[in-house]
């Protein structure tokens, strides 16, 4: 298998491992938020933020592969 095969597969795991990680994060930030735990909350939003741009950055490079 070449090499750009390898970064597709791996590169397209990746966005899926942090959209899953993402959705988790939201939830559980919700929950800190309703357990009135409002600055953990707020820091794990800005994990959210971070790794929306961390899955956006896999994104591009997807998309250069092509």
């Known amino acids: 298998m070449e090499i750009s095969e390898r970064a597709k597969i791996r590169l397209e795991h990746w966005i899926t491992h942090n959209d899953h990680h993402q959705e988790e994060y939201e939830i559980f930030a919700d929950q800190l938020e309703e357990a009135d735990m409002k600055e953990s ?4 939003r800005d994990l959210i933020d971070l790794t929306s741009k961390c899955t956006d950055c896999l994104r591009e490079a997807l998309k250069s592969l092509k």
Do not use: F, Q, T
């Not at 909350?41 to 794990?44: D, G, N, Q, S, T």
């Open 41 to 44: 909350a707020r820091h794990v």
